[in-house]
């Protein structure tokens, strides 16, 4: 970051942390190296709570080492994606993760991508990772272990009344802009919205956050990218399970 960013990111972190009520637990020290930090949306894709709360509790570690956010291409498509890049943003992709790592930078990633940004009201508990493995991959032909980053709330930040998959499929949204869904919600200030809310910034509704880095897990001999992913995903549902066991929304 430059250092203009970092006092944006620093002011926007400090009124999150206070609206939001975030706690940050640190499970296990960071690595020192560069890792790939895996962690699950709340709610949006370019504008999340979680990737604020990330940066609440990556800055409350004290790990110091850059971070590189891989980031939908949609953010770019619809013009904001130079407007995040100061901030560490980087269109997703493995050329791009594999660059970060070998410059000495962390990645963070988000798997589930609009599957798990857009999920329902129901669902904002869950960790959708959809199947994918690229991270473990990632991870793995690296050499480097995975960091598991759990934050809960950010799905009560708006109302999502439909994860929108079938809208995104009639409309043509899957491909042209590569988004599997168009929720529908209702937020500030946008009201009862479909597809919006998420892309563009909304104002979210004061949900209690908060973020645990779980200890980096390494792959085992044998095992499969995608058993590793699923072991990784597991360990972060644990996690969310845990931090929402007695939760009642909003509130926290």
Same mark, same amino acid.
Do not use: C
């Given at each position: ?6 006092? =944006?990111?620093? #002011?926007?972190?400090?009124?999150? #942390? ?7 637990? =640190? #499970? ?29 509790? /990556?800055?409350?570690?004290?790990? *110091? ?6 980031? /939908? ?15 560490? #943003? ?7 993760? %594999?660059?970060?790592?070998? %410059? ?9 991508? %609009?599957?798990?940004?857009?999920? +329902? ?16 991959? &990632? ?12 934050? +809960?709330?950010?799905?009560? +930040?708006? =109302?999502?009344? *439909? %994860?929108?998959?079938? &809208? ?18 209702? +937020? ?11 892309? &563009? ?19 085992? @001999?044998?095992?499969? *990218? ?19 066991? /007695?939760?009642? @929304?909003?509130?926290?």
């Amino acid at each position: 970051m430059t250092d203009w960013s970092d006092r =944006i990111a620093r #002011a926007l972190e400090t009124a999150v #942390a206070l609206y939001n009520r975030h706690e940050t637990t =640190i #499970a296990a020290p960071i690595p020192d190296e560069p890792v790939p930090f895996v962690a699950n949306h709340g709610f949006g894709g370019v504008f999340d709570l979680n990737v604020v709360a990330f940066g609440i509790a /990556h800055r409350a570690s004290g790990d *110091d080492r850059p971070v590189i956010a891989l980031t /939908h291409q949609v953010a770019w498509q619809l013009g904001v994606g130079k407007l995040l890049e100061p901030f560490g #943003a980087r269109s997703a992709g493995r050329a791009t993760a %594999d660059e970060a790592l070998t %410059d000495g930078k962390h990645v963070l990633v988000f798997p589930g991508g %609009d599957i798990d940004a857009f999920k +329902s009201w129901k669902d904002r508990n869950t960790v959708m990772f959809a199947g994918r493995a690229g991270f473990a991959r &990632l991870a793995r032909e690296a050499g480097v272990p995975i960091v598991p980053v759990v934050t +809960s709330g950010g799905g009560e +930040s708006v =109302i999502v009344l *439909d %994860d929108g998959a079938a &809208l995104a499929e009639a409309t043509g949204a899957r491909e042209r802009f590569r988004l599997h869904r168009l929720p529908i919600t209702v +937020s500030i200030p946008w009201g009862i919205n479909i597809g919006t809310v998420g892309l &563009l910034p909304y104002v979210p509704l004061p949900t209690k956050l908060r973020t645990t880095f779980l200890p980096a897990m390494h792959p085992v @001999p044998a095992e499969t *990218d995608d058993d590793y992913a699923d072991r990784v995903r597991t360990a972060m549902q644990t996690e969310l399970d845990r931090q929402t066991r /007695h939760r009642r @929304p909003i509130i926290g």
